[in-house]
């Protein structure tokens, strides 16, 4: 049942501080400020232990969150993480490491080719390999097949395009980080409770930026007529960047490209003219005065720039710079926050355009077909 809104991507959409609350509440206590749950992956803390790498497989918007996990593992935890789309992991004969911890991540957990490259390390059974389901549908293949169920309490998805599933991956996977993290002593419990106390913040700053919906809307008015467009971030935004575009391009059949800001000038920058927005995530972190500089390139060339900044920014709106402040978060998090805006921005640009938003021409909701 859709409610009061107009299509369940919206509703989703609008469910995510709900969703990630409950997914977070998987890890820590509503009152415990300190520290994980001691019930949380209890059972599997002697598999957890002895992993030195982590392999990541999954699809579309699932490879997304991957990505962010990447960053998470390796700033944090030190541990070597490797992200691949599974269409491509399980033609190529790749390389499983010993002791590795395999993560599937799958909205539905039927997702053909997620499950053919999981069973095709399965069946080369390299020494210590534990396999992970981060999954929504406890029912599902994926997660009948593998050692460790992780699920996000996402709630069913109907809409094609994925959201409060990608952002509850998200959550989830930090906890995840956290756990290893903590269980392998390469994470300080100070750091650990900081962040856990930014994660109590994840709900009230997703229902923040869902206030936006009415300046994005605005925003949306400029790409109807648009043809392409590119969506820029670096650091944890690349991910969001690629997943912005995967957005746009679903739903309102615009053609749309994430880029890593810093390849701007090795290709994508022959692009740019009047005609081609340009979406930026910009929140104020470690890597903000290189997109800066990365967001003048584009200026002087004449595009025209939508950016996500934070609100401490100061970034001022100018001609052919317009601006939208999302609430303030801590870097390591921010990805999460940033995703709703460039949903928002997709959903409300594909009902300008009149396309089937909850069910986009041409795809399914599960691809059990390769
Ligand atoms: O169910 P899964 O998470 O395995 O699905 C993977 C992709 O098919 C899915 O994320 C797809 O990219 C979405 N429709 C994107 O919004």
Known sequence: DKGE?????????????DAVARTIEMGIDKSETAKLRNDFLQRHETQ???????????????????LVAKYWFESLTRIPCSVEVASEFRYRNPVVVDNSLVICISQSGETADTLSALRDIQKH?????????????????LVRETD??????????????????????????MLLVMKVGVIQQRMTNDYVSTLIGELQLLPGQLHASLNLDTPIKTMSESFE???????LGRGLQFPIALEGALKL??????????????????????????????????PKDSMFDKLKANMQEVHARHGELFVFASE?????????LHVVYVPDVCETLAPIVYSVPVQLLSYHVAVMRGTDVDQPRNLAKSVTVE
């Open 312 to 320: 401490s920014s100061q970034m001022i709106a100018e001609d052919r």
């Open 48 to 66: 957890l232990s002895g992993i030195r790498h982590v392999q990541v497989l999954a699809c579309g918007t699932s490879y997304h969150s991957g």
């Open 125 to 141: 059974t390299p020494a210590g390999l534990v396999s992970l389901a981060l999954c929504n549908v406890p029912t599902s293949s």
């Open 148 to 173: 460790i169920f992780l699920p996000t309490l996402a709630g069913p998805e109907i809409g094609v395009a994925s959201t409060k599933a990608f952002t509850t991956q998200l959550a989830a996977l």
């Open 225 to 231: 007529d648009k043809r392409s467009c590119l969506f």
């Open 5 to 17: 809104f107009k299509h369940y991507m919206l509703k989703e959409i609008y469910e995510q501080p």
């Open 249 to 282: 391009k679903e739903i309102s059949y615009i053609h749309a490209e994430g880029y890593a800001a810093g390849e701007l000038k090795h290709g994508p920058l022959a692009l740019v003219d009047k005609d081609m927005p340009i979406v930026v995530l910009a």
